[in-house]
């Protein structure tokens, strides 16, 4: 049985080139056994250099990061011991509240209500809330008065995720 494996494909050409044939360069390739089980979860350069960053789970369940770097055209990826400084320079600038071009502060609020389904005495209200799982929670990021980002739900967004 064939391991299953993920190419990461480069699109390179001139705009005359590009809206009549687009020319495609094979630039990582990396197997099943590369990835654990896990996933390709960010794709980031370090000068010329294309790195990957993997996730997959530990043997305690915690999700682990793994990096690789792009050894040649059409060749596997190799494993690299840590992130390269380059991408941990990115990541701390890109999950930064703070903007690096001055634009201002990325903001966050969470706000929780109960559902209403009707007319009724606070008692029924309540009980209905309960039923239905309880409040409506909502999460907001914000750069001044711009909302970049609402979610619904439990999980709020982590720095990073939702801006760069």
Known sequence: MRSPSLAILLLL????????????????VIGGPALKGGIVSAL??????LIIQTAAMDATGALKAGYF??????????????????VDRY??????R??????GQITS????????????????RVREAAETGGT??????????????????DVD????????
Do not use: C
């Open 13 to 28: 050409g001139s705009s005359a080139a590009f809206a009549q044939n687009n020319d495609r360069e094979l630039v990582a």
């Open 157 to 164: 967004p982590y720095d990073g995720e939702v801006w760069s």
């Open 91 to 96: 990541w701390k600038m890109k999950s930064s």
């Open 109 to 124: 609020k969470k706000d929780a209500k109960m559902p209403v389904y009707g007319v009724g005495s606070l008692e029924r």
């Open 69 to 86: 770097q792009s050894a040649g055209r059409g060749m596997e990826v190799v494993p690299l011991a840590s992130a390269p400084a380059a």
């Open 136 to 153: 409506d929670q909502t999460s907001e990021l914000r750069l001044r008065s711009l909302v970049i980002h609402t979610r619904g739900g």
């Open 98 to 103: 703070t903007s690096p071009t001055g634009l």
């Open 44 to 49: 980031s350069w370090d000068g010329g250099t």
